[in-house]
Nanobody, 116 residues
Framework: QVQVMESGGGLVQPGGSLRLSCAAS????????VAWYRQAPGNQREWVAG???????KYEDSVKGRFTCSRDNAKNTWNLQMDSLTPEDTGVYYC??????????WGQGTQVTVSP
């Protein structure tokens, strides 16, 4: 089994930007897809965005046009660029690597706080 770890979270003002990264540990691994989820206090964990190995991306409606998924092929790292952030974007962000159908690996999460 492999592990993934998120990084890049922090505190930003509304309208600001953050770039999250999801990196696999150990030997390089190509995921079938990588998805991003977030969870605010007291809320269910919700899907936010995802990218397939072929580069196809999908986004939840509230973040479409503001968030962008990408992969850094040289670093075996998947990124989530978040622009025009709002307080509603606050939460713990998790990446999920899809190894195969029904086989996923989750990161530990990184905190994103959007506040004046």
């Amino acid at each position: 089994q492999v592990q993934v770890m998120e990084s890049g979270g922090g505190l930003v003002q509304p309208g600001g930007s953050l770039r999250l990264s999801c990196a696999a540990s150990g030997r390089p691994l190509s995921f079938v897809a990588v998805a991003w989820y977030r969870q605010a206090p007291g809320n269910q964990r919700e899907w936010v965005a995802g990218i397939y190995a072929n580069g196809l991306t999908k986004y939840e409606d509230s973040v479409k046009g503001r968030f962008t998924c990408s992969r850094d092929n040289a670093k075996n790292t998947w990124n989530l660029q978040m622009d025009s952030l709002t307080p509603e974007d606050t939460g713990v962000y998790y990446c999920k690597g899809v190894i195969a159908a029904g086989v996923d690996v989750w990161g530990q999460g990184t905190q994103v706080t959007v506040s004046p």
